[in-house]
């Protein structure tokens, strides 16, 4: 079945670091693909999505290509802050369910 | 204006009670979801409903049932809790089910003892 694969987490990062956490997925089909946060407390927030081959999702700083060749959908900031700390979830969604597949997610800390 | 609105944040139970999770979403969508959280964060579907109709149901125990009264709302009912009942459950909802996006409310964290 679908799947997504998140890298380990916690990741523990000082201000303004680059940033990048990898996922990678397996479906049939042409799944769009998400990227959620989840800041404490709170329910996850949409951060950004593709819903093609080579499509490049933004919002925030953050970005992540949709990468069809090695099903993958990294994410990325150039320069991270205090305020970016949270668990970050990469998704999936194929077929015509809506269900979405998560990874597993991966913290974030970012230390001033 | 909340989107998805999910009702009690917290609910703290004991084993063996019944016990209710309200969601209304003013989004217009026509697609709800229920997902729970488990203790190490990872997200699972449980139910989705499109327009009233149970569309998925993922193995869930039948002392979980959905209802929908109408497209603006879904609310799970949860019978005879136990300890492995503790999550946190999303409601969500969406317009479409065809690789679109979901909207997530804030969570229910239930705790049973």
């Known amino acids: 079945g679908d799947s997504v694969t998140q890298m380990e987490g916690p990741v523990t990062l000082s201000e303004e670091a680059f940033l990048t956490i990898n996922c990678t997925y397996t479906?049939?089909?042409?799944?769009?693909l998400f990227w959620y946060v989840q800041y404490p407390g709170e329910g996850l927030q949409l951060l950004l999505k593709?819903?093609?081959?080579?499509d490049k999702g933004s919002n925030k700083g953050f970005e992540a290509t949709y990468r069809k060749e090695t099903t993958s959908f990294h994410l990325e900031k150039g320069s991270v802050q205090v305020s970016d700390s949270a668990v970050y979830f990469c998704a999936l969604s194929s077929g015509n369910t809506g269900k979405l597949i998560f990874g597993q997610g991966t913290t974030l800390q970012v230390k001033p | 204006d909340t989107a998805v609105s999910q009702t009690p944040k917290y609910l703290v139970t004991q084993m063996g009670n019944d016990k209710s999770i309200k969601c209304e979403q003013n989004l217009g969508h026509d697609t709800m979801y229920w997902y729970k959280q488990d203790s190490k964060k990872f997200l699972k579907i449980m139910f989705s409903y499109n327009n009233k109709e149970l569309i998925i149901n993922e193995t869930v125990p039948n002392r979980f049932s959905p209802k929908s009264p109408d497209k603006a709302h879904l609310n799970l009912h949860i019978n005879s809790l136990e300890l492995g009942d503790s999550a946190v459950y999303f409601c969500?909802?969406?317009?479409?089910?065809?690789?679109?996006?979901?909207?997530f409310g804030q969570g229910t964290r239930l705790t049973v003892v």
């Open positions: 969500a909802s969406s317009q479409g089910r065809d690789r679109v996006e979901a909207f």
């Open positions: 593709a819903t093609k081959a080579d």
């Open positions: 479906a049939t089909g042409y799944p769009s």
